[in-house]
């Protein structure tokens, strides 16, 4: 397997645009999750996924994020309006814990920079 | 509620110094602890993993860490450095009751050639 792959991996784009990331888990994995990773806050988990259904999605910052998982290998994040703050490297991952490894893979991840 | 703390958020060692990094837990149900490394510019890789049984872990490039139930700690070590580890490094906790993993916030480790 490929393992989870992001697109893309830089993105540049100005404040008030619509920022979209993707992500492919790893086949056969029904766990995905979405992190950020900044300097000050570390690795924040967003959102995670169960079956493609939203488990939590607590950790999402505000209104202007949202986040998607149409099938089981396709999930994106969308920022709208992206801001400066929003700046950050966006890690994408997945499990399969009912195999017994709960342990997450992660993807490449996408820096993303506003400005 | 859970967590995941590291003690030091940046060490720096000379080679073949010692290394060990703590991590703390805080956790009510069946414990899986995770130590995860981050090389510049890449992504996370899992660098070993605790289950059950043994408490010492070992795992991939010389890396062990301890599982000390009493103490809620799951620290990580390294008896003799390289350049190579420079990274930053990741204690994670799976919360079963949730299917989710939540890390502590790292630690930025440079190793003086």
């Not at chain 1, 959102?47 to 396709?74: C, H, L, T, W």
């Not at chain 2, 995770?34 to 090389?39: A, E, I, L, P, S």
């Not at chain 2, 062990?64 to 990741?90: C, G, H, M």
């Amino acid at each position: 397997d490929a393992g989870v792959i992001q697109s893309p991996r830089h993105e540049v784009t100005e404040m008030g645009q619509e920022v979209t990331l993707r992500c492919k888990p790893i086949s056969g994995h029904d766990y995905l999750f979405w992190y950020r990773q900044t300097m000050m806050r570390g690795l924040e988990l967003l959102i995670y996924f169960n079956n493609n259904v939203p488990i939590d999605d607590s950790g999402m910052p505000e209104d202007r994020f949202s986040a998607k998982m149409p099938n089981a290998s396709f999930s994106t994040l969308k920022i709208q309006p992206s801001e400066p703050r929003d700046s950050a490297v966006y890690f994408c991952a997945s499990s399969d814990p009912g195999q017994g490894n709960t342990e997450a893979f992660f993807g490449q991840g996408t820096r993303l920079t506003v400005v | 509620a859970q967590s995941v703390s590291q003690h030091n958020h940046h060490v720096i060692l000379s080679e073949a110094a010692s290394l060990e990094l703590g991590c703390n837990y805080s956790y009510g149900g069946t414990v899986n602890l995770f130590w995860y490394v981050q090389y510049p510019g890449q992504h996370l890789q899992l660098l070993l993993k605790y289950f059950s049984g043994d408490p010492l872990v070992k795992g991939i490039k010389g890396f062990e860490a301890e599982f000390i139930k009493s103490k809620f700690s799951f620290n990580l070590r390294k008896p003799s450095v390289q350049w190579s580890d420079t990274a930053e490094y990741f204690c994670a906790l799976y919360l079963n009751r949730d299917d989710k993993i939540i890390f502590g916030k790292g630690t930025r480790l440079h190793i003086l050639p």
